[in-house]
């Protein structure tokens, strides 16, 4: 890439929009919406992956070359021309980057590399291989056949071919795979013949000699696969049989040793460029938690951000590299001082601020509602340790016994007695059921004090489970001491380490995030990525805690609330929400739908649990504008819904699977939403579950701007999902990834700028705005419009700290009120959503007389005025106070900003 440098200026971070690019929404395209992303207010496009993946990739994350930017998202023009425009619009990029992993794809030249030449080849130790695996030495495993091998080589799955770019090589299920020169020598050929050269004859001869459609032929294909530097079996073998790490389990994607010299710099060399051109401003990981040493790893990668910043065009530097890294932090966890980044990709505030729109009043009934339901009364807790189970016996048996593997190698540290290997087992899968985090981070000596809290937990939980078994507790302590109490040490015991810190977040993720969210359905709301069943709800305080944290700790880390990998959209999450405030109103409106119209489910405990768990999906995401007598819209709304219902169900793993799918259970539930159609015997439920929904629409329009208002305004960055600007009724991927048509958000936020000076309507102004604008979202997006202006306005005021406001008055427990810079006052209402109704205007307003005579907002600065943002009024304070019947008059949120005049 040859070099052009920007001249315009630094844009320092103040929001983002994350765009998901892929060939039907290309660099280009970005281009083409510029004008409204820049209109809204965001200061970068924070991009999804752009470094070449496989063909048709609809997200980036499966890298085939890291150097080159994907031509299917528009190639290298395509990006500098954005970027150049960028630039011209005094924004900036986030660029998403994937050091972790790459594809397994034959466009993958590494892959490709390692495949023909296996421990000989120059990549062979790039990729996280286990070289000296006992039952596969010096080869890799290729676990791509759709079934066992001797009936896919029997079958004509596996294929010798031969073509004028790749030569002589095997097709396995139209994919080619290479073959190695010392086969390629047994054949009587020269492995030094070019691949287009071979004589038509000689082609002819080997390819008949490997016949598949003859016995003989499939007996020479045999032993020529046997000679390959892999071995090419069952994709079920994986889970047992896999000698190289993958992300989670997923064996199209193979874990990248970006911890080498050679790999860092092969991986980073055009995501440095950008940034030393000026092109982009800072990079997201993702998941570092995958890499063998995440802080060692940020280290590097923040260095070589600063020497790159050094090519920078001078008007572009800056003082620090901004580095986020997608990271879920388990309640209670932050980022401490051993990390250089500048904070998360926001999952810990979307789960802060979905908890504070819960009401822990409804925590004990909505429990017990469930456990009627599932007739089973464990705590949260406890359902994840059954599926962390599950995954270490079914899913990554490979990845536990290469951990036991390397511990077996360790020698026993002084003191301690001999092991038995069977209590070592008991020991390190009760260790990893009990981990509460994603991962320890042991990367030079011993552990550090914060690791050793976190660590301390899982022996305490492991030691409770292993109480009756001295031979097992035994064995706990000793693994306390491999696994970093003591000094790693030898090379062996890095590499126990490293096993046992690469093993804990796929089993995390996995148990959790893929398996409990879709069995524990409680309150679906709950279950979201960054979030923990166990945590219901948060307190006012304990928000404000969390804000004091990011305000000191992590101010250029990202604020989310809705991501590409969401379970259900924001929007849907704030609807949910509301139950939480009514739990005994839904437990009784649920139990009666339930009941009333079964069509023929199964009635085991499980169906039971999904039955109320698709209720509530139906209920959160029902779109506000939809009939549920338009037939036309309610089949396709509830074709999302059965899109839905597959991916539940097989993630779940108990009515169903992605390993066995049970095609006719799953059947059921598919009879059972199209019974739910106008005219069907099911539609009366259908129609009851609408207006139910319409019932919870003041209080979930006003949870979700709350929320939306917490993000804009809270330490950090706050960060927008495509399309999110509107109400986000979106579930689990692919759905959340559906197409955004910007065109139509730009008409919108056109009409609701006002006058010459293209300021934004006032969001919760009194008149300008017809009742449907905030079941549509044209509210939400203004309210977003309106804050982020507020934010490029005010930027000094949002880069100085956050303080707690004080609130004179009785019943005043729920509202959030806090001050940015002595400049910003903001104050919410929460866990009030299910007192909110629709006034004559349509307006969601609390009722009459909701707030106390007494009740006041104490102001940072008594003798200043201020100017009420959101509705365009000015206030003149009384004695430093503001009564809140006035300042919250309708709607329960208010921004204000400290007149300079």
């Not at 056949?145 to 299920?173: F, S, T």
């Not at 000699?209 to 046997?226: A, N, P, W």
């Not at 993720?509 to 069943?533: C, I, Q, W």
Request: charged residues 25%; proline residues 6%; aromatic residues 8%.
């Amino acid at each position: 890439m040859s070099p052009v440098h920007s001249s315009n200026t630094a844009t320092a971070p103040r929001a983002t929009l994350r765009l998901q690019l892929h060939a039907g929404y290309t660099l280009n395209d970005v281009c083409a919406d510029l004008s409204y992303f820049a209109r809204l207010g965001v200061s970068h496009l924070y991009l999804s992956p752009i470094s070449q993946s496989r063909s048709g990739s609809t997200h980036g994350y499966d890298v085939v070359d890291h150097g080159a930017i994907d031509p299917e998202r528009g190639g290298e023009p395509a990006f500098r021309r954005l970027a150049h425009e960028v630039r011209r619009a005094g924004m900036g990029i986030l660029l998403d980057i994937v050091p972790n992993h790459m594809a397994t794809d034959p466009a993958n030249a590494w892959w490709w590399d390692v495949l023909k030449f296996g421990p000989h080849s120059a990549r062979a130790r790039w990729f996280d291989i286990n070289w000296e695996a006992p039952a596969l030495p010096g080869k890799v495993l290729a676990p791509f056949l759709g079934r066992p091998y001797a009936r896919a080589l029997y079958a004509g799955d596996i294929r010798v071919q031969h073509e004028a770019a790749r030569g002589l090589h095997v097709v396995v299920h139209g994919r080619p795979y290479p073959l190695s020169p010392e086969s390629l020598a047994s054949l009587g050929l020269q492995v030094a013949t070019e691949a287009d050269t071979m004589p038509p004859q000689e082609v002819q001869r080997i390819l008949h000699d490997h016949d598949v459609s003859h016995r003989e032929g499939r007996r020479r294909l045999h032993q020529l696969l046997q000679r390959q530097h892999y071995c090419l079996s069952w994709w079920r073998r994986a889970a047992d049989s896999i000698n190289w790490r993958r992300f989670f389990e997923v064996s199209e994607l193979i874990g990248v040793r970006v911890e080498e010299d050679e790999v860092f710099d092969a991986v980073h060399a055009l995501p440095l460029q950008l940034y030393a051109e000026g092109l982009i401003d800072g990079l997201r990981i993702d998941h570092v938690d995958g890499l063998a040493y995440p802080l060692a790893y940020c280290r590097r990668l923040h260095d070589a951000m600063v020497k790159a910043a050094a090519s920078r065009p001078p008007s572009l530097c800056t003082d620090r590299p901004w580095i986020v890294v997608e990271k879920i932090l388990a309640h209670g966890e932050t980022l401490d001082d051993r990390w250089r980044v500048s904070g998360t990709s926001g999952y810990d505030f979307a789960a802060d601020v979905g908890g504070l729109l819960h009401d822990g009043a409804g925590e004990a009934p909505l429990s017990a509602a469930w456990t009627e339901i599932c007739r089973n009364p464990q705590p949260p807790h406890a359902w994840l340790l059954e599926a962390r189970g599950e995954m270490l016996a079914r899913h990554f048996i490979a990845e536990r016994e290469g951990l036991l593997a390397a511990l077996r190698r360790l020698p026993i540290p002084a003191g301690e007695g001999q092991l038995d290997d069977s209590a070592l087992t008991r020991a390190v899968d009760a260790l990893l059921r009990h981990y509460p985090t994603y991962r320890s981070y042991v990367e030079e000596g011993t552990r550090a004090l914060h690791d050793q809290y976190w660590f301390d937990r899982a022996l305490q939980g492991a030691g409770e489970d292993l109480s009756n078994d001295e031979d097992a507790l035994a064995a706990l302590r000793v693994l306390d001491r491999w696994l970093g109490r003591d000094a790693a040490g030898s090379d062996e015991g890095c590499k126990a380490i490293q096993r046992f810190q690469q093993l804990t977040p796929p089993l995390a993720a996995k148990a959790l995030e893929d398996t409990v969210f879709y069995r524990y359905g409680r309150l679906l709301s709950r279950n979201e990525v960054g979030s923990h069943p166990d945590v219901f709800a948060l307190s006012v305080a304990a928000f404000h805690q969390a804000n004091e944290h990011r305000a000191e700790a992590s101010p250029r880390g990202l604020l989310a609330t809705a991501t590409h990998d969401h379970k259900r959209g924001e929007d849907v999450r704030a609807r949910l929400a509301v139950l939480s405030e009514i739990p005994e109103v839904w437990w009784h409106a649920s139990r009666r739908w339930m009941s009333a119209w079964e069509h023929g489910l199964p009635t085991d405990a499980d169906s039971r649990a999904f039955h109320y768990m698709l209720l509530q999906t139906v209920l959160g995401a029902w779109p506000p504008e939809l009939s549920p007598d338009d037939e036309d819209h309610i089949k396709h709304y509830l074709e999302r819904i059965a899109q839905w219902c597959i991916k539940a169900l097989r993630e779940g793993k108990l009515i169903s699977g992605w390993f066995e799918p049970q095609v006719e259970r799953e059947q059921h539930w598919l009879n059972y939403l199209q019974e739910l159609l106008p005219g069907r015997p099911g539609h009366a439920m259908l129609q009851e579950l609408a207006g139910f929904a319409q019932r919870l629409e003041p209080g979930a329009i006003a949870n979700g701007l709350m929320q939306t208002a917490m993000r804009l305004m809270s330490p950090g960055i706050p960060d927008l999902y495509q399309g999110t600007e509107w109400r986000d009724f979106s579930l689990v991927d692919p759905d959340n990834r559906r197409p955004v048509d910007f065109h139509a958000r730009e008409h919108c936020l056109e009409q609701a700028l006002q006058g010459p000076s293209g300021r934004i309507r006032p969001p919760l102004a009194a008149k300008g705005w017809d009742a449907a604008a905030w079941g549509d979202g044209r509210i939400k997006q203004a309210l977003i419009a309106a804050l982020l202006g507020l934010r490029r306005e005010c930027a000094a005021a949002f880069c100085d700290g956050y303080e707690a406001v004080e609130i004179r008055g009785t019943d005043t427990q729920n509202l959030v009120g806090f001050v940015r810079g002595r400049e910003i006052v903001v104050l919410a209402a929460v866990k009030c959503a299910a007192s909110m109704h629709q006034n004559r205007d349509g307006v969601p307003v609390l009722p009459a007389g909701f707030w106390e005579d007494d009740a006041a907002l104490i102001l940072p600065e008594p003798d200043a005025n201020w100017e009420d943002v959101l509705r365009g009024r000015r206030i003149g304070p009384r004695n430093g106070l503001i009564p809140l019947a006035d300042l919250l008059a309708g709607f329960p949120l208010a921004v204000l900003r400290r007149d300079q005049g």
